[in-house]
Nanobody, 116 residues
Framework: QVHLTESGGGLVQPGGSLRLSCTAS????????MGWYRQPPGKERELVAA???????IYGDSVQGRFTISRDNFKNAVALEMNSLEPEDTAVYYC??????????WGQGTQVTVSS
């Protein structure tokens, strides 16, 4: 069974930065893509960023230019570098992976709160 474990969430002031990490219990070469979703309070879950095995990445419109996704194949991990954080970025952030059978895996989530 595949497990995705997130870390790095917390409280940060507006304009600050955080780095989230997601470690998989298996080689991330098993996944066609990995990424991050978030669910703000009272809203639906939305795509933040995703990166494919070949290295191409996509970003949600609201984070383009502020967030950067990367993958470390040797550590079986995906990271999300978040800069210029805004109160609207407050959400539970979930790690996400899809394998070559289109099976989807989710982490348990990590809270990110942007507040002064």
């Amino acid at each position: 069974q595949v497990h995705l474990t997130e870390s790095g969430g917390g409280l940060v002031q507006p304009g600050g930065s955080l780095r989230l990490s997601c470690t998989a219990s298996t080689s991330i070469f098993n996944f066609n893509s990995m990424g991050w979703y978030r669910q703000p309070p009272g809203k639906e879950r939305e795509l933040v960023a995703a990166i494919r095995k070949i290295g191409s990445s996509i970003y949600g419109d609201s984070v383009q230019g502020r967030f950067t996704i990367s993958r470390d194949n040797f550590k079986n991990a995906v990271a999300l570098e978040m800069n210029s954080l805004e109160p609207e970025d407050t959400a539970v952030y979930y790690c996400h992976a899809v394998d070559y059978r289109s099976t989807t895996f989710w982490g348990q989530g990590t809270q990110v709160t942007v507040s002064s």
